[in-house]
């Protein structure tokens, strides 16, 4: 079974500052998603980035950038020049392209940032 | 972007009784609805997984009869808690996937059940 890992419960970053958010994840398969997901305290989930594995160059979304080793089954999130409304809980989660469309989520890692 | 609007936002109800969550999507066809309990400061856990038109399928531990689970049409799913019990008080989301083409997901804003 997949499983993915946050190894980061916390974090904290100063305004402005730059912060990486840590996942690793276990499969046997090769051609999957993987995502980062932020829950502010509204809860509602909100999708930050998702990378297709096939893809070795890594995803960037504004801000939000991500270091994907495939080898190493790690997929980091970078938040750069980081804002008051990006703190929240961000989740990262896996999906499996074959054998259905479940997500598997990580144990999320909440940030924290200093003004 | 596609939309699924959950309600109600919040619930309270009396122990023993049941109460029902609706997902509707909004701009699309959810063929597959996926509903989700959260606890505080911890991570999503899959409940079951619904397709249009069938039964849903559960994730082990969670019990079908007590979590009922409809998805009949393509735009909306229910879970209905049902003989709720304070130990089901909980934040449950549901999630549908966005369609063929697009590996991506949309969730709904929650809903807080307590049990009193």
């Known amino acids: 079974a997949q499983t993915v890992t946050q190894s980061q419960p916390e974090m904290s970053v100063q305004e402005a500052e730059t912060v990486t958010l840590s996942c690793t994840y276990d499969t046997s398969e090769s051609d999957y998603y993987l995502f980062w997901y932020k829950q502010p305290p509204s809860r509602q989930m909100i999708l930050v980035i998702r990378q297709e594995a096939y893809k070795q160059q890594n995803a960037t979304e504004n801000r939000f950038s991500v270091n994907f080793q495939k080898a190493a089954k790690s997929f980091s999130l970078k938040i750069s020049d980081s804002q008051l409304g990006d703190a929240a809980m961000y989740f990262c989660a896996y999906r499996n392209l074959i054998s259905g469309s479940r997500l598997t989520f990580g144990e999320g890692t909440q940030l924290t940032v200093n003004p | 972007g596609a939309v699924v609007s959950q309600h109600p936002s919040r619930v309270i109800c009396k122990s023993g009784t049941s109460v029902k969550i609706e997902c509707r999507s909004l701009?699309?066809?959810?063929?597959?609805m996926f509903w989700y309990r959260q606890f505080p400061k911890q991570s999503l856990m899959l409940m079951a997984t619904s397709n249009e038109g069938s039964k849903a399928t559960y994730e082990q531990g969670v019990e079908k009869d007590k979590f009922l689970i409809n998805h009949a049409s393509l735009t909306l799913s229910t879970l209905t808690v049902t003989s709720a019990h304070p130990e089901d008080s909980s934040f449950y989301i549901c999630?549908?996937?966005?369609?063929?083409?697009?590996?991506?997901?949309?969730f709904g804003s929650g809903t807080r059940l307590t049990v009193v």
């Open positions: 999630s549908a996937l966005v369609g063929p083409g697009d590996y991506g997901y949309t």
């Open positions: 701009d699309f066809q959810a063929t597959t």
